[in-house]
Every structure is written in C-alpha cells, then in structure tokens.
C-alpha cells in the first residue's frame, strides 16, 4: 500500500537555527498537506501544495512540492521556540479522501 | 468561528465493552474523516464521509463502525474493545471547495483508554 515516509524522527536545534523535515511517498500525489502539532494537542492545517514544482511560503516557513509529486519539503528559517511540535506531511491515495500521513518529524528548539 | 467538536473528550472502558465516539463537523463541511493515532504515532485514516455516504475506509478493525447522520454529525461505535484500541481519536471535517479545498480541521480528539 501506500507509504510517506519522513526524515527525520527527531530534530533537536538551538533557537536560531534553521530546520527541514523531508517527506517522500511511494506513490504520487495529487497533492500534499502539512500539519503541525503540538504536544497534547490536535494537528493543524498549515499548507496544501497540488502543482508539480510548487513553492509556498509562510513567512519563516518553505514549503515545496517535489517535480514528480512523490515528495515534499518543509523548510523553517531561523526556528523560535513557538515552532516545537511534531510536523507531519499528508497525501491522499488517488482518487479518494484518503489521506496517509507522514511519519511525523518531532521538532525541539534548544533556547 | 465554530470548530470541530468531539464528545467525550476522555473515556475508560474495559475490554470487551464497547464506545461510541461523536463528532460535530464545522457547519456546512461535506467531509468527515476519523483517525487514530497511537502514542508517537501519526495519525492512522479509519474512514471518511461525504456528504453523509462512506466515501473511503482505510484501516479500520471490523469490530469498529461509524455512520454519519442527517445533521452532518457522526457516530465511531467501537465494540469488543481491546486494549490496543487505546488512543486518541480525531475526528476532522473539510469543504471540498475554496482556496485550500480538502483542507481539514480537526476536532481537540477523544482520549480512549481501555483497561
């Protein structure tokens, strides 16, 4: 079945430093989300990415959309410790509203 | 603006017994999907609505329903509990319409413990 891998599990960081989570799925995608979440708390809805090539951004936050559609970059520039939580990417299986999330990469920021 | 409300926030069963979870999508969304998500783990698709028809099901034990109703909320029954249906359940809701269309909001989650 379909699969979204991302790297890494865990990132640790000092505040101040940048941060990027990869997202790669075995299949392509129509299009991909990403979501935060914060420890004890619900997934949020950050960005949907749908074209091929696709680059998005949200002031200190990168997002893009790989030229195949099968992967995925978040990328967070000088990281505040606001930015902790746990990132994951999301795609739906073809055709359906299935949606497979990412493993999740959990973010730390050192003060 | 109004969110996705879920009921009971928390709820302790014993195995064997069963749980309905309810969920409360952003009014005039079409979509309701459920997850669930094990300690650490990513969220896991269950099944998804639209416009009150199962649209999809991912892994969802059989031991497990759901349905939506006429007023768009929607029911997860969860019978024959076991102890490895401990989790949290989210339910979320999306307008397939918009600048983000398919966008999902999620509901705070039902913490299911089961002893």
């Known amino acids: 079945g379909q699969q979204v891998m991302q790297i890494p599990q865990y990132q640790h960081v000092q505040e101040g430093e940048d941060f990027t989570t990869y997202c790669n799925s075995s299949?392509?995608?129509?299009?991909i989300q990403w979501y935060k979440q914060r420890p004890g708390g619900h997934p949020v809805f950050l960005i949907q990415?749908?074209?091929?090539?696709e680059v998005k951004k949200q002031k200190r936050l990168t997002f893009q959309f790989g030229e195949a559609k099968k992967n995925s970059s978040l990328h967070i520039t000088a990281t505040q410790t606001t930015d902790v939580g746990t990132y994951f990417c999301?795609?739906?299986?073809?055709?359906?509203?299935?949606?497979?999330f990412g493993t999740g990469t959990r973010l730390k920021v050192l003060a | 603006a109004a969110g996705v409300i879920q009921s009971p926030r928390h709820l302790i069963k014993e195995k064997r017994e069963t749980a309905t979870l309810k969920c409360y999508p952003i009014?005039?969304?079409?979509?309701v999907y459920w997850y669930q998500q094990g300690p650490g783990q990513d969220p896991q698709f269950l099944i998804s609505?639209?416009?009150?028809?199962?649209?999809d099901k991912g892994s969802i034990p059989d031991r497990f329903s759901a349905q939506q109703f006429s007023d768009y909320h929607s029911e997860l029954n969860m019978s024959s509990l076991e102890l490895g249906d401990s989790a949290l359940y989210f339910c979320?809701?999306?307008?397939?319409?918009?600048?983000?269309?398919?966008?999902?909001?999620f509901g705070p989650g039902t913490r299911l413990t089961v002893t």
């Open positions: 979320a809701s999306s307008l397939g319409a918009g600048p983000d269309p398919y966008e999902q909001y």
């Open positions: 299949t392509t995608l129509s299009n």
């Open positions: 990415l749908v074209k091929s090539g």
């Open positions: 609505f639209y416009e009150k028809m199962q649209s």
């Open positions: 999301a795609g739906p299986t073809s055709g359906t509203y299935k949606y497979i």
């Open positions: 009014p005039r969304h079409d979509t």
